[in-house]
């Protein structure tokens, strides 16, 4: 065991030490979804009724388990004793989950991060970085086809 143990710890800061790679939200979709996204008609945001999510859990198997870094918004789930985020879903627009159509559910990530965090300001974009894995979650916001373990939270700039 004591031979294996220099190459564990080396293993392990080689994972502390790796950049993660800067993902875009479109890389999260088959092609065809993103042609017909771009395509799609305009949603109409008047009026108080809530939107049902449209969309498909389809995903790109390549990318779970990447470390990646993903730019996006914050929609807080739930909180701890002290009003710190322990789970959230990360979108790609200000607003989703909130008072228009939640994005399709593979482009919602639900993020726990590694250690709660100060309650954000959900107008302002963040980076979150962190394990990426395809991966069905649902809640009564909406559905996610990915989950990410985040072991950063920082501003957006």
């Known amino acids: 065991m004591k031979r294996f143990l220099p190459v564990l710890l080396l293993s392990a800061l080689a994972q502390a030490n790796e950049v993660p790679r800067e993902l875009d939200w479109l890389e999260m979709m088959p092609k065809d979804e993103v042609d017909a996204l771009m395509n799609a008609p305009v949603i109409d945001h008047s009026?108080?009724?809530?939107?049902?999510?449209?969309?498909?859990?389809?995903?790109?198997?390549?990318?779970?388990?990447?470390?990646?870094?993903?730019?996006?918004?914050?929609?807080?789930?739930?909180?701890?004793?002290?009003?710190e985020l322990t789970e959230f879903f990360l979108v790609p627009y200000f607003g989703a989950c909130i008072h228009v159509p939640p994005p399709p559910p593979n482009q919602i990530v639900l993020v726990r991060p590694e250690k709660p965090i100060p309650m954000t300001d959900i107008w302002e974009a963040y980076w979150v970085e962190g394990e990426l894995r395809v991966e069905t979650q649902r809640n009564e916001i909406a559905a996610s086809a990915y989950t990410m373990k985040a072991r950063n939270v920082s501003l957006y700039q």
């Open 47 to 83: 009026g108080l009724a809530r939107a049902e999510q449209q969309g498909s859990f389809r995903t790109i198997p390549e990318l779970d388990g990447q470390l990646v870094r993903l730019p996006g918004y914050i929609v807080p789930i739930d909180t701890n004793e002290k009003g």
